[in-house]
């Protein structure tokens, strides 16, 4: 049997730090040392959607084309929503094998996700009680540290930030083209997702959301 090796991280640090990808590589090496593998695919992207990750779409088509399976370290790694994990399971005619779920097949599958979808969701409304909770007990918890308790140290320092982004070179680029589609009659989102394609990419090398490119023609305006 042939074998598809597909990595995720989330962050460019990541990938260029070596954090995630390492164990990952371990984990696969442990499991499937002496394996015939026949390619490898990374992608430095969130695990929200699998829609916008190229090189998982490379490495489900060279699965189909070579009848391969493809192997994650963890199925996390492969995607956080059950419905999109499924889908790909079933593109690959259950082809999916994955190092922290032995003999895995549709049920286990759907399982495992399950869980961890629900310890998602467990963490995050604690992450809401305990913020709540402080905010009730210490007042406004995210507070200025005591160099910007001065008003006009705050406003410098906004002010800064603010002309610092202004004059990125990314953010020039990408000025024209907003105003030109904003005259057109586009939403802001419209506007993200043409620039996205067009490959254009913010002050810190990642893609557009329709706030930041709202910002940028509030500042040129």
Known sequence: MDYVLYFRVSTKRQEESGLGLEAQRAYIEHFYSGRKVIGEFTDIKS???????????KAVALCKKEKAVLVVAKIDRLSRNTEQALSIYRELDGRLESCDIP??????????MAIAGRERELISIRTRQALTAKKERDGEW???????????????SVRTITETAASNEHNKRAAGTIAGKRGMGLSWSAIARTLNKAGFRTARGKQFKAVQVQRIHQRGN
């Open 47 to 57: 695990g929200k959607d699998v829609e916008n990750r190229p090189e998982l779409g």
């Open 103 to 112: 003999n895995l097949d549709k049920f286990t599958l759907t399982l495992f």
């Open 142 to 156: 995210r507070r200025p540290g005591k160099g910007f308790a001065s008003p006009d140290i705050l406003d410098r």
